[in-house]
Structures are given as structure tokens and as C-alpha cells.
């Protein structure tokens, strides 16, 4: 990641009340119109955004989300986010993977929906010490 005039430092937002999930969607459409995303790749990553920073309200009991615009080595522009909680954790992430699982009211699309809607995609959790998700979408 090289730091550039189209790279945003990262801000961190609190994903503590339901409003928080608002401002957190706004604050990744801004980076992501900053990064010069098509309207498309926008809502690609604000939806992503979306189910994780509810995730991270409903399951993890509130966390933070991190939003970036970062630039790789290859020159390609995107939009990181890492979203944190310090929740249960998951106790099976293949089955949190899998279209269809839901510990909660939920369609259980969130996280495999989440995979198919960026390119980078890492999942960090273990019982007991909540779970961090970490996400990016490039400009093509």
C-alpha cells in the first residue's frame, strides 16, 4: 500500500447504537466516492459494510468499524474496511459461511453474502474473543 492523494487515512467509527449503523453506511459511501468507485462498486461496499457493522451490533454486543482508502502495490485503489467486536466470537466459521445459517432472526446471508461482494476477505474470531472482519474492494 503506497499512501497517495487518493488514499483517506483510516477513521474509525463506534458501532454502539443503531444510529451508528447509519453514519458508519455513510462514512464508507464517502470513502468509496472519494476512491472514484462507479455507483455499482458503491453499493457493493456499503452493503458489505452494512451486514458486517450489523453483525458486529447484533452478535458482538457493538464494536468499531475502520474505513480506509487504501492503494495497493499494483497501483489499484480501493476501500478497507475492518469491522471489530469483542462478541462471543464464532464457534464454527464454516458453518457462519454457509447461505442459509443464522443464529439470529436473519435470512443467514450476511457474512457469505459480505465474501461475494469484495475482493479481499478475512475472518478473524475464536469463542470467547469476539471477531474482527476485514474486507476490500478495488477499482477495476
Known sequence: MLPD?????PAEHPVHVEEDLLT????VRAAAVDAGFSIVDQTKIVTAASELV????IHGGGGTMTVSVV???AG???VRLRVRDEGPGIADVEQAMTDGFSTGAGLGHGLGGTRRLVHDFDLDTEPGRGTTVTVARWQP
Open 24 to 27: 458508519a453506511r455513510h462514512a
Open 5 to 9: 492523494e487518493r488514499t483517506r487515512p
Open 54 to 57: 450489523r453483525n458486529a451490533y
Open 71 to 73: 492503494r495497493d502495490t
Open 76 to 78: 489499484r485503489t480501493g
